[in-house]
């Protein structure tokens, strides 16, 4: 079972200090492991303070969750909140490992947090507190952030931490998931773009990191996955005043600009980093539109300096 790699560092995540702020609630770390009863192992009647994750990655047995009885089979998860009397029992002849998470949820208000955040974090932990006692398969794969988890921490894998916390997370939502009826999920929206707005930026944005080569309309209306009209559209709508040609050339001019005060390249290089075909062709376009020649322009900042 790929699980079984777990158990060679039982306690390595739990030696871990686990804290997570999430929305208005702070996630806290108790136990981050995979346990194996052996065949018949009997866990009395038991419970915690905190929230325990439990899931079966292998083996059978069984559960008894407050006076109900049910089987317990691999790929099967259940959820025992605080203060949840539960008991567990490998079947008599075949072992069953668990795999678990036990964590303390509190209240932890705090400022300047993101609202969806705020709104996803309450729901998902509002349906923990109210989910069925009863086993269900783990139909979003939760078990294989465990195993993510480990092997992150284990390899010491850049920014381990943040992804076992990440880890945390989705555990939490995949189990709250796993109980949600086909025809209903999270209630809470996710933001939508303006998609008028971001598509303009977007634009811009790919425009000065590309202003030394061909940009044009199309080239970045390809890049935004629409058409040029529909790209033309979006400039005018935001804009009226700019064109895309003329924004384009304010950015070149930026630049020719900056470096002309700040470096001491050749008006050629410039021209040509910046995306103008020659010092020529600059020198008409800056003449136009800041009335002086771009020498004229570097000698007044230099003399300023």
């Given at each position: 079972m790929?699980?079984?790699?777990?158990?060679?560092?039982?306690?390595?995540?739990?030696r871990l200090d686990i804290s997570i702020p999430w929305g208005h609630y702070e996630i806290v770390v108790f136990r981050f492991h995979l346990t194996s009863f052996p065949p018949g192992r009997i866990v009395e009647f038991h419970n915690h303070s905190e929230f325990e994750f439990h899931f079966i990655p292998g083996g059978k047995g069984k559960v008894i969750l407050g006076e109900q009885e049910f089987a317990l089979t691999e790929g099967m998860l259940y959820l025992t909140g605080p203060g949840v009397m539960h008991y567990q029992?490998?079947?008599?002849?075949?072992?069953?490992?668990?795999?678990?998470?036990?964590?303390?949820?509190?209240?932890?208000?705090?400022?300047?947090?993101?609202?969806?955040?705020?709104?996803?974090?309450?729901?998902?932990?509002?349906?923990?507190?109210?989910l069925p006692l009863f086993p269900i398969p783990d139909r979003?794969?939760?078990?294989?952030?465990?195993?993510?988890?480990?092997?992150?921490?284990?390899?010491?894998?850049?920014?381990?931490?943040?992804?076992i916390k990440h880890q945390v997370i989705s555990i939490l939502l995949k189990t709250a998931r796993a109980y949600d009826?086909?025809?209903?999920?999270?209630?809470?929206?996710?933001?939508?773009?303006?998609?008028?707005n971001y598509r303009y930026h977007y634009a811009i944005q790919y425009m000065k990191a590309n202003v030394s080569g061909t940009v044009t309309l199309d080239t970045v209306a390809e890049k935004l996955n629409i058409s040029s009209r529909q790209l033309q559209?979006?400039?005018?709508?935001?804009?009226?005043?700019?064109?895309?040609?003329?924004?384009?050339?304010?950015?070149?001019?930026q630049g020719v600009c900056r470096k002309l005060s700040e470096s001491t390249l050749s008006i050629e290089q410039i021209a040509q980093s910046e995306g103008f075909t020659n010092a020529t062709y600059l020198h008409i376009v800056f003449r136009k539109r800041l009335g002086m020649t771009p020498a004229t322009y570097r000698n007044r900042k230099h003399t300023q300096k």
């Open positions: 790929i699980y079984q790699i777990m158990s060679q560092k039982a306690d390595m995540l739990e029992e490998a079947d008599p002849e075949v072992a069953m490992d668990e795999l678990c998470l036990h964590v303390d949820i509190k209240e932890n208000p705090r400022a300047g947090v993101d609202p969806w955040e705020v709104a996803e974090a309450e729901e998902c932990i509002e349906k923990l507190r109210q979003h794969h939760a078990m294989n952030c465990f195993l993510e988890a480990y092997e992150a921490c284990d390899g010491k894998l850049t920014g381990y931490y943040t992804t009826s086909d025809s209903s999920g999270m209630a809470t929206e996710a933001p939508v773009r303006d998609m008028l559209r979006i400039f005018k709508k935001v804009n009226p005043e700019q064109t895309f040609s003329r924004i384009l050339e304010d950015i070149r001019l």
